[in-house]
C-alpha cells in the first residue's frame, strides 16, 4: 500500500510596506536588544493607531494583531521590514510625524505621539542612531527620521513646564515600574495619567480614591491650546471646593438674611452706589 505524502501549502508572502532602519556607525541587528527592538516597535504601532497615551499602551488582552506585522530582518545591518493590510491610516500618522520633526512650529496633535517619540529617542541615543521610518510602496521613501536629540526639540518648541497646583478627581493608583496615578480632570475627556514622586503620596491618593483632590507639582501645557497633557505629582491634599449652591447658602447665613428686612433692595441699592444723586 503506497502512500502519498501532502505537499506543504504555500502561503503568499506579504508585500513589505514599512521599514525602521536603524543607522549608526555601530549598529547590527545583534547589537539592538529584543528590549530596545520590543520599545521600539510599541512607540511604532501607538503612534501607527493613534494611542499613546499611558491606558492605551498597555496590553488589555485584544487578539488584533494592528496595522503592521514584523515580516523579515535584514541581514547586515539593522532592517526590520513589516507588512500590513490596511497600511494607509498609519502611514499617514508616520507621515504626521515626520512633518512635525521637521517643522516643530506648525505640529499639532502632538499629544497623539510625544510619549512614543521620547521612547524612540530615547532608544536612538541609547544605540547612538538615528531610526528612519520607510515607505517602501509608491517610492516614497523616508517618512520620519527620530534621533537622540529629536524629542527635545520638538517638546521645547510645543510644551510648557512649570509649577502648578490642580483639581482633579482619583480614579487609580499602582504601577509595576513606577507608580501612575489616573486623575479625571474637569473638561478634559481622556484620563490623565500622572507621575507620582513617592510612595508616601501614593499612600495618600490611594486613600482619595473616586474622591475630588487638590494636587501640586509639575504641569506639562500645549502651548498651542495650553491643555494639560502631563503632571508629576508632588503633594495631595482634600479639595476644599464646594458646589455653588452650598456657596450661596453659605453666604445667605454669614449676612444674606439681612436683606429679608429691606423693603426695597432695588432702591437701596442706587443709594449706596450714588444713582440718585
Known amino acids: 500500500m503506497s ?11 506579504p508585500t513589505p510596506v514599512l521599514e525602521v ?24 504601532h501607538q503612534i501607527a493607531v493613534g494611542e ?50 521637521e ?23 541609547r544605540l547612538n542612531c538615528q531610526i528612519l521610518f520607510r515607505q517602501l510602496d509608491r517610492g516614497a521613501g523616508v517618512i520620519a527620521r527620530i534621533g537622540p536629540e529629536t524629542y527635545r526639540v520638538l517638546a521645547r518648541a510645543v510644551l510648557l513646564r512649570g509649577e502648578t497646583s490642580i483639581l482633579g478627581t482619583v480614579k487609580r493608583v499602582g504601577g509595576v515600574e513606577k507608580t501612575m496615578c489616573a486623575l479625571r480632570l474637569p473638561g478634559q475627556r481622556n484620563l490623565l495619567y500622572c507621575r507620582v514622586t513617592s510612595a508616601e503620596v501614593a499612600r495618600q491618593l490611594g486613600r482619595y480614591l473616586y474622591q475630588e483632590v487638590e494636587l501640586s507639582g509639575l504641569a506639562t501645557w500645549l502651548t498651542s491650546d495650553w491643555r ?46 450714588g444713582d440718585d444723586e
Open 228 to 273: 494639560l497633557v502631563a503632571f508629576q505629582i508632588a503633594s495631595v491634599k482634600r479639595s476644599k471646593r464646594i458646589d455653588l449652591q452650598s456657596a450661596f447658602g453659605k453666604l445667605y447665613e454669614l449676612g444674606g438674611k439681612a436683606w429679608n428686612e429691606v423693603d426695597n433692595p432695588e432702591a437701596l441699592i442706587r443709594q449706596l452706589r
Open 103 to 125: 517643522h516643530p512650529e506648525a505640529a499639532s496633535e502632538v499629544e497623539n505621539y510625544l510619549t512614543p517619540l521620547e521612547t524612540l529617542s530615547k532608544v536612538a541615543k
Open 21 to 44: 532602519r536603524f543607522e549608526g556607525p555601530t549598529v547590527r541587528p545583534e547589537t539592538v536588544s529584543l528590549t530596545l527592538l520590543s520599545r521600539v516597535l510599541t512607540a511604532v
Open 52 to 101: 499613546s497615551t499611558a491606558d492605551n499602551a498597555k496590553d488589555k488582552g485584544t487578539t488584533e494583531i494592528g496595522p503592521f506585522q514584523l515580516l523579515r530582518i535584514e541581514r547586515g545591518s539593522a532592517v526590520y521590514a513589516l507588512s500590513g493590510t490596511n497600511p494607509a491610516p498609519a502611514i499617514h500618522r508616520l507621515r504626521r510625524v515626520g512633518d512635525a520633526i
Open 3 to 13: 502512500t502519498t505524502e501532502a505537499k506543504p501549502i504555500e502561503l503568499e508572502k
